[in-house]
């Protein structure tokens, strides 16, 4: 099989990828690749590298990478003022957006050459009468079979008119940039056709749509997601990545092999085979950490962190020994008796956000002296031979 | 009865124009009347009469009257090229339409006094950017509620997306004008509401929505309508008025005389008595048309159409005194024989459009020495002595 080819989901149309590839032959020039990303939320995760594992055996294959970042809808924001999470972005906001994007971007694929497009460029310049042209050629019908439509066209949750329009946009990218293939998750299938559906009704050729598999979470039931707090970032420390792909569960061990690693099917195969013949699957998610860490750090900081993750978590029970002596003059001289357990935790954990500590201390994630305290914002001394576990892999004891 | 308030079928809200004549009163200013017009068909009938009345009613209270003219997406026309009635309208056309428009608007209001807009004053610089801000007001929900979407949808008839922006964009018109109050007739009070909705929506007062009834045909089943040739023209000739009114129904009387005419409520009861102490309609139908004569022209025209009509319909049985004598040379010296039979009637009666000919051939309401003839394209040679009848009321003789 051609490594192109290799853990697509679904394709649209069935043959579109060798159709493109033998235009590219033929024609003797690149393909152009598209992915489009959403400037608010630049957090890329092992999810997210699926598709940009496909975007590098592209490049790898000598093809253009065309990156549309949609500043023109991020800078308008929710007009409804109904969604607070998605408030106007300003220039600033989306740029720092999407060099962070590009810079994570740059832990899978050489982001040197790729082609980098705002799609201000050209919503922009659409007037009226250009937006009427380009949405009269779509029907109703068509934009509402978007799944989260139909989900609230039958529980008669509100579709703003605009929502409509946005499929339509994204789709005229395609256009716009004369996109040969569109990368996504499957759960971009919709937009994505639709980008193929504009070019073919402006007598261009249509993009093949190719979509990835969605990569489930550490929890094994939802797909991987900032919000659902089950993932590995791209960014996350070695430690931190090591740790939360030794804590997935067995049943989730093939998955995750066959879409975060870089094991071959045989490789795979060798694993499987292994357990079946009775090992350890704890050794299995090992090679699988091992492996992710050292692809998005290097092979020097993979052994640290399985180093690491055998002496605190897996040799020694929890003792004073593991801890982290931290001193309580770290604490600044506030009055004693007056600091959140949330202040204490972000002093303790600079490295996580205190949205993600809050979630982790009401989670029950957090003991003082072994014994969980679930409010933020309880009122804790930092006092000398005090105990602070967070999460499962950080222990601290206060000295003086 | 307030005599703005004669006619009115709905009202939006319930008290809205007696709120609207109070601000009027405390503010000291006259209101905002609007109307609107489609530039692409500007053949007014009976039907529009209605509606312009109320607006004249309004204009003799003192009160501003704003025709908006849709000129923007008149220019469009269909983008989907679905509709070949809609083609777009060159600025030629769209003003050469907006002149007859005003010029019949002339036969009921005082036109030197109008405000009259053209939309693409505003719609022409909104860019997508505001119209995703504008759109953003109202949801799918909302706008599939007007009738021909909803039909449409049940039925699985397609909806073009840029169609469910044309009720918005009209709606917006009234934020563009300041609109107090928006006229139309029941057909338009979705559209209407939208404007009422969009100026609330954007911290202005709603207009109230004024929609008057509509008229029923000649025909007495549809709505009047130019398409249905069911109608009475606000330019139709004296006589073509007359004889087209005697020619409803009596069943149709009462709704005539209250929608088209300027008798009182008095005077109306007073028609129905006699009809019910034994008169002849025949003789309130003259009333009717002599009434509604004299009104789109002159009480000498009105009363010259009686006479002709008396003459020529109820006096005497048709023998050749009662037709117009014509000379075989206003045909012209084409070849004898090569004359189409549409030719001929467009050469005898020059008032009428060669499409209303057409039907009227087609439908056999033309006859050559009493026998009907119904191919428009029949070939017919002019020769003296040969009698043709086209309708009911033209009779002519062709003479040396």
Not at 120 to 139: F, N
Not at 146 to 156: G, V
Not at 297 to 326: I, Y
Request: proline content about 5%.
């Amino acid at each position: 099989m051609n490594r192109l080819e290799s853990n697509i989901a679904i394709m649209e149309p069935k043959d579109g990828l060798r159709e493109k590839l033998e235009i590219s032959n033929s024609e003797g020039r690149p393909l152009r690749i598209k992915l489009g990303f959403d400037p608010t939320a630049p957090d890329l995760h092992l999810g997210h590298a699926i598709v940009l594992q496909k975007l590098r055996d592209f490049q790898e294959a000598g093809h253009t990478i065309v990156v549309i970042i949609g500043d023109f809808t991020a800078a308008i924001g929710d007009p409804t003022g109904r969604n607070k999470m998605r408030p106007p972005l300003s220039d600033e906001v989306i740029s720092r957006n999407a060099d962070t994007y590009i810079a994570q971007l740059g832990k899978v694929v050489e982001t040197s050459e790729i082609e980098i497009r705002r799609n201000s460029e050209w919503h922009g310049k659409l007037d009226l009468r250009q937006t009427i042209q380009l949405i009269a050629r779509v029907t109703l019908a068509q934009v509402i079979q978007r799944d989260d439509f139909k989900t609230r066209l039958s529980s008669e949750r509100p579709i703003h008119l605009h929502e409509l329009l946005y499929p339509i946009l994204q789709g005229f990218d395609s256009v716009a940039v004369d996109a040969d293939i569109e990368l996504g998750g499957t759960d971009q299938l919709f937009n994505n056709l639709m980008g193929r559906n504009l070019q073919e009704s402006m007598g261009k050729p249509g993009q093949a749509v190719i979509t990835m598999p969605l990569l489930l979470g550490l929890d094994g039931t939802d797909k991987m997601s900032k919000s659902k707090a089950n993932y590995v970032g791209l960014t996350d420390s070695p430690e931190e990545m090591f740790g939360k792909l030794m804590s997935i569960s067995d049943d989730l061990l093939q998955h995750y092999l066959e879409l975060t690693t870089t094991f071959s099917a045989d490789e795979r195969g060798q694993i499987a085979a292994s357990i079946e013949r009775g090992a350890n699957p704890m050794l299995a998610k090992k090679a699988l950490a091992a492996n992710v860490v050292q692809r998005y750090h290097t092979p020097e900081l993979s052994a640290a962190a399985a180093d690491q993750f055998a002496r605190t978590v897996q040799e020694k029970r929890p003792g004073d020994e593991d801890h982290v002596h931290v001193s309580i003059g770290e604490f600044g001289n506030l009055v004693p008796g007056s600091h959140h357990l949330l202040d204490i935790c972000a002093t303790l954990a600079p490295e996580k956000s205190r949205r993600e500590l809050k979630r982790l201390i009401s989670g029950g994630g957090v003991r003082i002296d072994g014994v969980k305290v679930d409010d933020p914002f309880e009122l804790v001394e930092p006092v000398a031979n005090l105990k602070i576990s967070i999460g499962k892999r950080l222990r601290f004891l206060l000295a003086r």
